[in-house]
């Protein structure tokens, strides 16, 4: 599918979401962190720009999630999956009341994020880590041989209102696409990533 030009590409550093930065790929700024212990709880958290943490949550049951220094409200309660007609698309809610509807989590369906006003438009969506034949022209530096596209969120304007929610809810939902896809695809959770600047390369 062919989507209007973002008004941000979050590129996903590391191929292991849950340790990984997240990067403005036009001027290669962190905008997050996620960080994830290797403890028996599994804590993840997400860290913003400044270095606050703006959501953690555990994997095991039963599962919650912590807004910012809010308290752990159970996790179901804010993502809520649907039940009919169709299974897979989840809903959340912002700040103002406003909903929001992920939909594809089926395996090889595209990943989009819709506002409850817009439901041919996504807001936000998902592209995959892809390999390309050769570096595209234009860029820095032209290595031979096949180049792998980092994996990234394409956010649109309206998106940037609620780029923390988009981040935190897809990082949630991500974990059931790739246990869905392949049950070792999560990798391991055994690093952290250095919080710096970097510009980015694709």
């Not at 599962?63 to 989840?90: C, E, H, N, Q």
Request: glycine share 6%.
């Amino acid at each position: 599918m062919e989507y209007p030009s973002p008004s941000l590409n979050l590129i996903i550093e590391s191929e292991n979401p849950y340790n990984t930065n997240m990067y403005d790929e036009q001027d290669g700024r962190i905008l997050y962190q996620v960080m994830t212990e290797s403890t028996p709880d599994a804590v993840t958290q997400v860290r913003n720009i400044d270095g606050e943490t703006i959501a953690s949550w555990q994997w095991r049951e039963p599962r919650a999630i912590t807004f910012a220094s809010g308290y752990p409200v159970p996790l179901g309660s804010w993502l809520k999956k649907s039940i009919m007609p169709f299974k897979d698309s989840v809903t959340f809610q912002d700040q103002v009341g406003r909903h929001f509807k992920w939909k594809g989590l089926g395996t090889g369906l595209p990943l989009e994020l819709f506002s409850e006003d817009d439901k041919k438009n996504p807001v936000a969506c998902f592209v995959r880590s892809h390999v390309l034949p050769s570096m595209p022209s234009g860029t820095w530096t032209s290595p031979s041989g096949p180049y792998r596209v980092k994996a990234r969120l394409s956010v649109d304007q309206r998106g940037r209102e609620i780029l923390d929610l988009i981040v935190i809810s897809f990082l949630l939902l991500d974990k059931h696409r790739r246990t869905t896809e392949s049950p070792t695809a999560i990798g391991s959770t055994n690093h952290s990533p250095n919080l710096r600047s970097r510009h980015a390369t694709v």
